[in-house]
């Protein structure tokens, strides 16, 4: 049995590792910046697939089919990104003969339809945020929605994504006007002027069931994760089991995302994302048909192999465990480790990986797409590796994710680890006081690098000291220039200068 | 030796004496005995012979004097000059003319915020350029009026490209 | 709170991981040959003391009550090995107004004692080995013996020990003879001719029972771990729980193990070992008063952190788990990672690591005293790193292992990985049909080089290929030298040379 | 180029063609088309062109043609001459004279396994040496005899010091 892994990174290093524990062979694919990646230094086969950019490469359906072919593969894996939730593509793989890894067609197209998966999920009974199921098309509609419903209201441009597009509105008398404005922005931007309204939930958080679910319609739910913590709608911390959530709330999170999961007749993996409001209340949000990022934490709390259950369902196997079964232990964190500065409004930091010492010992799991050396790509998102830490407790858990920061020391690019440090010295995130929009507000109030900066206060003029003895003992030498990695160091050091002025001449 | 060392908004003069691999560092008036020994050009350990308290540190030597350092969790970019060249780089600075901005990293130009004749401040947002699947905001370091826009919303751009000239 | 760490290497790093998420401090000790080991780069002080020794340093109790003075500590902790057995060094410690992180002097030195902890155990109503509690005065007490238990039985010196000094008896014919024989060889090696005798237990397996026990007078047992896999008689390869023991067995294990505690008025961690024979029954052998080298199996299944525990407990707290919370979940094995030549008889590999890329992703911890750029020193006990694995069950878990190998890369110095990767390609190993003997009749016999033989049967002509295309391209360029590094370089070379002949010129 | 690989008990003429990193290899009147390209020194990749297959690969570059190769999880240590060092070899192999056993690493001497005179078999153990808290059995690579021995048990040796002489 063989597998292609349609992706890069550290998800196709997660998949090989999987594969390499079924017996199961793999095929890496790779674009030519990705020749030495790990994911192609792991498998037992790769194939070029073209240039860098990924729509000449990742997200070429016709190379990677023929590379299908080529090697002999008979499953397909997409991981996640790319291709992973494109029901054409997934058509085209099972037309070709190989085994889809993930739920069916025709589940993927209807859930990956905002209006069709929300119309499926009120069908199902599962709560779904007050609003109207088509468009408004007059005003009157939408006066008769608040006055049903109340104020704050949301107006989301039908064509509108990615936090582009909406408009709250909390004062009666403002209604018509911002729907007005709402329409002709959604016209300006999109090419569509038509606006939904929906109920505004005011600070909510994250909450997502992953989902599990066989050919023969057994489906269990493996708990919840919570996913509050993130930057322009991109999840940056996730957490198992959520903070806020307790055995009663997870059971009826649980059925309502297993009633949406029945209801499309999906199978394999998948995850029915929520919101849950301040007052405990929850709404369906959407559902993503693949594997998620974030699945180690559930799989540390539950002691499964969610990737391997993934490949063993695709191949037509039942489910290899059971509702009771499934008791979540202790408490997993996990935190996305990008190429990118934080200090620096999140500038990409691509470039060679100069230094990579992992943090390790109990508790500590690493799920990476480098290794020391790598260079890291300017074409791909900038992810660089999963530190997922696991611990009897949350608070336990906290003061672990607060050890592995320490030990862990990147050099060549910058990381997110700098947030990461800084967040888990605040107070809110260690009481998992948080909703959706506390790390924007974060950000921009300046306050993470007020938080920076009190860490370890005396770490300054110990640097200073060391530099001017690094110096000292270099004075006459020639500076070892390990800044400069042939083309990708002059990039690096003028757009610091030019992002923020704050690099040295 | 004596040097500048600079940090984020200090200045400080720094008095610095080598045996080996121990070293004698006068800062701010205070004196400090440290023994600073490295791994591998890399990673190196500094310890206080006073106290003992012991700091993994990793360091990278840029161009110019500029290292960047990680203490503990923190990471600094400083800039360890000597006396002459802290009095260069004072005056290189006041005397700055026009500035130009270039693409810091090749990618697409999805957004500019100025036209020419715009007065800006320092920090104010010129050109929004996407790469590595981000928006990535390039700022002006200086206050100035804008003499010329190279590129348009659109234009693919290599790094090192000229963007936009202040004067 | 600080904590003094009176070890080196993957313990003293262990240690300080459990500090550091206490909000402990932690003062290293470190030899002139460890000034940059990790655990002198992790601690948050570090002092010297002494050459490279450990007679002059690791084991110079002045030193270490000196630095302790110095850094203001609180607690010591002697990890395992070095003086973590001595009661006399306990004594000091707390005599110094520290705290022992470790039992009661009084209990170390009773356990300490063969024939004090067999006597105790027996009263303590534990089974051990048939057998005089005294030595043999005259060869009718030896015949009454072999009368009632019959034979095989074992002749051991009262002082020998790490497999010396011990005769098998299988005949009735030889009994005299061999009686008088293990007398001089005993005074001949020990300098005293006392025998004892027992019954020899055939083909054994090593089962030991982690116990924690607070100063109130609790006590629980977590689980047991089998290390059977042994060679010459040191550990090389654990698990969690015993393939061979059911709930019933465990159950009668741990309640034999905690009224050993109890009758020795232990506190602290510790590890009750016993052998099982092939008919099952199980008998007492020693009680190691210490934390062991194989506790991250035991924290692994049982979800628990027994040095954070092992602090805690050395502060005075009650335990923080009772016997009926403590439930196994899942398998982990561990696996020993030595600077050592498996396929040169085992000869010691000191060096610097120039390469150390680590495996990564579900279920595999790895527990270090070194990264890359280490030099491994002569001078002490030759372990690397612990590699541990764990997975739903014990099938997975062996499969989780030989995933974990084939990820795990060191360059610079030989190790204990190639005997791994032999070992877990090995029916016995799969169906753990083992005992004590095993691994070194494995050895013996020649078949380690063959099983390493059958591994990838490709591979020889692969790396044929590479070198030869590795040649070509460095042709006429100088060569590498990748072996050299300084001193280390030539003894490498020909030590090889010399032992084995197998190294080309 | 073209070489003798030797390693273990067998020994192969390789015919090496390059073009950049891509290889055409003839071993054993097989002709493979092989890509290899190394990320740092150490680690690479080794791909067979034909099928896709791919290795990685670790590596050291020892003196005198002598290579450490790792493929999957097996460890060879090989030879690469060129043809006319692989006849010099074998020559010098056959034509070899008394062996002298040094001290492969410092450690204590704990025994001595044989006297002046003894008649010794390839891999007998002459002297136990230990370190790393090991006993390491040396032996000897040849037959022989004993011709001289430089220590005895309870000796401290440094590495590369002389041990025992075989005539």
Redesign the interface.
């Known amino acids: 049995m063989k597998l292609l892994i349609a992706n890069r990174g550290e998800i196709a290093v997660r998949i090989i590792r999987a594969c390499r524990e079924m017996g199961i062979g793999t095929v890496a694919v790779y674009s030519e910046v990705d020749r030495l990646a790990p994911h192609v230094l792991m498998a037992d086969s790769s194939f070029p697939i073209g240039p860098a950019p990924a729509a000449q490469s990742y997200l070429d359906m016709d190379k990677l089919l023929a590379v299908a072919s080529e090697s002999g593969a008979n499953l397909l894996h997409p991981g996640y990104g790319f291709l992973a939730e494109n029901a054409d593509f997934a058509e085209r793989v099972e037309a070709a003969g190989l085994t889809w890894v993930g739920p069916p067609p025709g589940a993927m197209r209807l859930m990956g339809s905002k209006t069709e998966s929300r119309k499926l999920a009120k069908s199902a009974g599962a709560p779904i945020i007050p609003g109207l199921m088509e468009p408004i098309t007059n005003i009157s509609e939408l006066e008769t929605f608040v006055d049903e419903h109340g104020l704050p209201v949301l107006l989301k441009a039908v064509a509108g994504g990615g936090g582009k597009g909406m408009r709250v509105v909390a004062d009666r008398d403002e209604l018509a006007g911002s729907y007005e404005r709402a329409c002709s922005e959604g016209q300006a931007y999109f090419g569509d002027g038509r606006v939904y309204v929906e109920r505004l939930v005011d600070s909510p958080r994250h909450i997502e069931v992953q989902v599990v679910a066989d050919r023969e319609g057994n489906a269990v739910y493996v708990g919840e994760r919570e996913c509050s913590i993130q930057r322009r709608h991109q999840k940056v911390v996730e957490e198992c089991p959520s903070p806020v959530v307790g055995p009663e709330l997870r059971k009826r999170l649980g059925e309502a995302a297993l009633a949406i999961v029945k209801a499309s007749s999906y199978h394999s993996l998948g995850t029915v994302e929520f919101l849950l409001d301040t007052n405990g209340e929850f709404f369906f949000l959407e559902m993503n048909t693949r594997l998620q990022v974030e699945h180690p934490i559930t799989e540390e709390v539950f002691g499964v192999d969610l990737v391997q259950e993934q490949i063993k369902l695709a191949l037509g196997e039942p489910l290899s465990f059971r509702q009771e079964e499934l008791v979540p232990r202790g408490h997993a964190i996990e935190c996305r480790i990008y190429a990118e500065d934080p200090l620096r409004n999140f500038a990409p930091s691509p470039g060679r990986i100069s230094l990579w010492v992992r943090p390790g010992g109990p508790g500590v799991r690493l799920d990476s797409g480098v290794i020391a050396e790598s260079v890291v790509p300017l074409d791909y998102d900038p992810m660089l590796a999963k530190l997922i830490v696991w611990a009897p407790d949350r608070a336990t858990a906290m003061k672990r994710l607060h050890r592995a920061l320490s030990e862990f020391q990147v050099r060549g690019v910058s990381t997110t680890l700098t947030l990461f440090r800084a967040l888990v010295g605040m107070e809110a995130f260690r009481k998992a006081d948080f909703h959706t929009g506390f790390l924007d507000k974060l950000l921009t109030s300046g306050d993470l690098e007020k938080l920076h900066g009190q860490q370890d206060p005396e770490a300054e003029k110990a640097a200073m000291m060391a530099a001017a003895c690094l110096a000292t003992a270099s004075a006459g030498r020639l500076p070892d220039d390990l800044f400069a990695h042939g083309d990708d160091s002059s990039w690096w050091y003028e757009g610091t200068r030019l992002l923020h002025g704050r690099f040295p001449r | ?1 004596r ?1 500048v ?4 908004q ?1 200045s ?1 003069e ?1 008095e ?1 004496e ?1 045996q080996g691999d121990e ?1 004698t ?1 006068e ?2 008036g205070q004196r ?1 005995e ?1 023994e ?2 490295s ?9 206080f012979l006073a ?30 000059l000597t006396p002459a060249e802290a009095v260069e ?1 004072v005056s ?1 600075a006041r005397d700055s003319g026009p500035s130009r ?7 697409k130009v999805v957004g500019v915020k100025v036209k020419p004749g715009d007065e800006v401040e ?2 104010q947002p010129l050109v929004v350029l996407e ?4 928006e ?4 002006s ?2 206050a100035g009026k804008v003499a010329a826009i190279h590129v348009v919303a659109g234009d693919t751009v290599e ?2 490209e000229l963007l936009v000239e202040l004067e």
């Open positions: 030796m040097w060392v600079r940090g984020g200090s400080h720094v610095v080598r070293f560092v800062i701010d400090h440290l600073l020994v791994l591998d050009g890399a990673v190196a350990s500094l310890r106290t003992g308290r012991s700091l993994q540190i990793t360091y990278h030597h840029g161009s110019n004097g500029s290292w960047r350092v990680t203490v503990g969790q923190r990471e600094f970019d400083l800039e360890v780089a290189a901005l270039m693409a810091p990293i090749p990618g320092p920090g790469a590595m699947k981000m990535n905001e390039l700022a370091d200086q790094g090192g």
